[in-house]
Structures are given as C-alpha cells and as structure tokens.
C-alpha cells in the first residue's frame, strides 16, 4: 500500500511539474484555500468521509484516554485498600471496598471472585476461579470497545485518499483533453484534488494507528494486571479453604 501511494504522489508530483514547465509562468494558486476552491463534487465527499472518520477517531480517543485514566487511578486507590482487608481476612469489607471503585479493572475482578467464593457453602475455589476469568473477560472486551474502530480507520483512510487521488489524476487529463492548452491552469483543478486527498488521507490514518498501538498495549497493560490480581486472590482463597479444613 505504501509503494502504491509512493507510485501515485510522484506520478502527480511529475506530472505537475512536467506542466508547470510547459504552462509558460501561468499563474496558479495551489494553497490551501485555492485547491479547496478547484476541487470536484467526488474530490469534496471523499474529504467529507475522511472528515467524519477523523472525527470519530478522534472522540475514540478522547473518550478510551479518559476512562483508561480513571481506572488506573481507581485502581492505584483501590489495591492497597484491598490488599489490607485480605490480610486480616475481612472478605466483607472487601467488598465493600470493591464495590466504591466502579471504573476499576481491578475491583471488578476482585468483586467477582469475592462475591462468588463468599456464596459458596463449601468456598468452591474453581467456582470463584471461573468466576475472575469472566469478569476479566467482560472487563477486557469494554476496554477494547471503539479500538476496531481506530484499525479500521487506520487501514483504510489511505485508500479512500488514494480514490480522491485516482478520481483527481482522471480529472486532471480529462480537463488537459478539454482545454485548447496544456498548461497548469488547464489542469490545476485535477491535480489539486490529486495531492490533497492523498495529502489528507494519511493525515487521518497516521494518527488513528497511533491511538490504536497506544491504547492496545494499554490494555495488555491491565490484563497482566488483572491476571496478577486474580492468581494473587486465588492463592487466597486456597488459603482460606485449607484453613477452614
């Protein structure tokens, strides 16, 4: 894909220049606002698309930065409270504790197993088990939630600018066709269309890959977390049951 996109820019890169030389010092306004002016119908929705998926991986963002903050603050709080009450065996006020911190990874998976291990008449450890693998699972699939969004974006903003790109080169020669000369001016609106939405295309897959690997290992991060948390409860609940033997 990048060789592709490296193929289309200098090709209209050339083709720009190779006119630029023939156009015979024709005035032609290639800023922002000029090319925006000369751009098509087709050139204007794929920019609108690739306005509505930067948005949306820029509210992913926003909002995946915010509550993964918030449970890691909830969770820094939250463990050693925990890790206190264990130690003296007050598994309710364990879970009063748990039940304070609603946006942490950790009190989730921590008041999974509790509750289930305090249900049971005979403290079934397998039973608590299972219950800590579904809570982290449910928890990870909520962590995960708008990041498919982002590799999607990520993936396949290039193409959509490569489309603009491809419906600009077609542009460019149907108008040099036209026109009664082969100078920029003829052409000017084909080529702007050409190099803004490739221009425009990485601009909003480049970031959105960022977030994605960002957030991603943001997640592993807290699943090592949780898989620590619920060995560590585990190793409790052994404990508890050997004692009461």
């Known amino acids: ?14 083709f720009g220049l190779i006119l630029l030389q023939e156009g015979q010092g024709e005035a032609v306004d290639f800023s922002l606002m000029g090319m925006l ?5 087709i ?15 820029i509210a992913v963002a926003v909002e995946r930065y915010l509550t993964f903050n918030a449970a890691r603050t909830q969770s820094r709080e939250f463990a050693p409270k925990v890790a206190q009450a264990l130690k003296n ?6 879970i009063s504790i748990s039940d304070k911190y609603k946006k942490s990874h950790l009190a989730m998976v921590v008041n999974a197993g509790l509750q289930e ?13 299972r219950a800590l693998q579904r809570a982290e699972a449910i928890k990870v699939a909520e962590f995960r939630r708008g990041l498919s969004g982002l590799a999607t974006i990520g993936s396949t903003a290039p193409f959509v600018g490569l489309f603009g790109t491809v419906i600009g080169i077609i542009t460019a020669f ?23 939405t490739t221009a425009f295309g990485l601009l909003v897959a480049v970031p959105a890959v960022w977030f994605f690997n960002y957030f991603t290992n943001k997640v592993d991060n807290f699943t090592v977390e949780m898989d620590n ?5 585990i190793d409790f609940f052994v404990k508890r049951r050997g004692g009461k033997r």
């Not at 894909?1 to 050339?14: E, P």
């Not at 050139?43 to 991986?57: G, K, N, R, T």
């Not at 065996?89 to 364990?94: G, P, S, V």
């Open 229 to 233: 948390s619920s060995a560590e409860l």
């Open 1 to 14: 894909m990048t060789l592709l996109l490296s193929h289309i820019w200098m090709l209209a890169c050339n």
């Open 117 to 129: 291990f305090q249900s049971g008449d005979d403290a079934d450890v397998d039973a608590s088990k």
């Open 89 to 94: 065996a007050r598994i309710d006020e364990a």
């Open 37 to 41: 002016r000369k751009m098509g119908w």
């Open 43 to 57: 050139a204007w929705c794929v920019v609108i698309i690739l306005l509505i998926m930067s948005i949306f991986s």
């Open 174 to 196: 149907q108008e040099m066709r036209n026109a009664e000369s082969a100078g920029i001016a003829a052409i000017a609106g084909g080529i702007s269309e050409a190099l803004f």
